[in-house]
């Protein structure tokens, strides 16, 4: 588990770094409480289950596979697939994991937890019950084709439907919600 958390840790520098790089200068020295709130709310484990998506949302915009986000960000996707993310739930561990998750769920969610980090890719989840129990459940929100493809975009850049990315180059000092007339509500940065 510990190479994971030295991963969010990293990822949170770099994400932080990044906003510095790019002039946001209300980034430039945060404190450890400010890093630990970001992989707090961003990087639980699992990732979250997304909910219901917006009505407004084509269907398009509502899809967590990493080809529809290919579909306007043709740069990014074609990266993605020559990266070691879009391999990360490769057969090898894909076979583990399948066997283990009948025999050990908790260690399969620990090999999700890097290699299929969405509650969309994990096919049983563990459910607080009534009566204060925890059970591992069948995820009626699991998507085989989603988990075949590893490490996606949406595992960084969406939380509950909404997209969360780096700030725009044309407007590098903006941050928070960005310009609700883009696709799919705008972006947070």
């Known amino acids: 588990m510990r190479p994971f958390l030295l991963f969010i840790l990293l990822l949170a520098v770099a994400v932080l770094s990044s ?3 790019t002039g946001n200068r209300s ?3 945060p404190s ?3 890093v630990q709130q970001f992989i707090d709310r961003h990087w639980q484990t699992p990732v979250a289950l997304q909910g219901r998506v917006p009505e407004s949302y084509s269907e398009l915009e509502s899809s967590l596979l990493p080809e529809s986000c290919g579909s306007c960000h043709t740069q990014q996707y074609r990266d993605w697939q020559t990266s070691i993310h879009s ?21 399969a969610r620990v090999c999700w937890s890097c ?3 969405l509650s969309e890719q994990q096919p049983v989840l563990l459910q607080k019950m009534q009566n204060g129990e925890e059970k591992w459940v069948i995820n009626s929100a ?3 084709r989603l988990q075949q493809h590893g ?3 949406a595992a960084c850049h969406v939380r509950k439907h909404q997209r969360v990315g780096p ?3 044309s407007a590098p000092d903006v941050t928070g919600k960005i310009d609700e007339g883009l696709p799919h509500g705008g972006f947070i940065a």
Do not use: W
């Open 19 to 21: 906003l510095v790089i």
């Open 27 to 29: 980034a430039e020295s």
């Open 32 to 34: 450890a409480e400010t």
């Open 87 to 107: 391999k990360a739930m490769g057969p090898g561990v894909y076979g583990q994991t399948l066997v283990m998750r009948e025999s050990d769920p908790a260690t």
């Open 115 to 117: 290699h299929a980090p």
């Open 142 to 144: 699991f998507n085989p």
């Open 151 to 153: 490490m996606t975009c």
């Open 167 to 169: 700030t725009r180059r």
